[in-house]
């Protein structure tokens, strides 16, 4: 009877191909995640813009001294 040990060849293939999905997966995750934070940044500055500008509108009506 004769051994075949190609059959052990596919075994560790399957393994590294797994191991590239895992990680091709995490950066899809990763980048999803930083596209995310990018976003709420993006928003965050905006709302620190249209503050500031509120602020800044503000100090200009109230002030007393022009009068």
């Keep these: 009877m004769a051994i075949d040990d190609d059959f ?3 075994i560790e293939g399957g393994e590294e ?3 590239q999905d895992t990680d091709i997966e995490s ?3 990763a980048e999803k995640k930083e ?3 990018a976003q709420k940044n993006l928003i ?3 709302r620190i ?3 500031k500008e ?3 509108l503000k100090e200009l009506l109230d002030d007393s001294d022009d009068w």
Aim: aromatic share 0%; glycine share 0%.
């Design 8 to 10: 052990l060849d596919d």
């Design 17 to 19: 191909t797994t191991d």
């Design 27 to 29: 950066r899809e995750l």
């Design 35 to 37: 596209l995310e934070q």
């Design 44 to 46: 965050a500055r905006k």
């Design 49 to 51: 813009d249209d503050l």
């Design 54 to 56: 509120k602020k800044r």
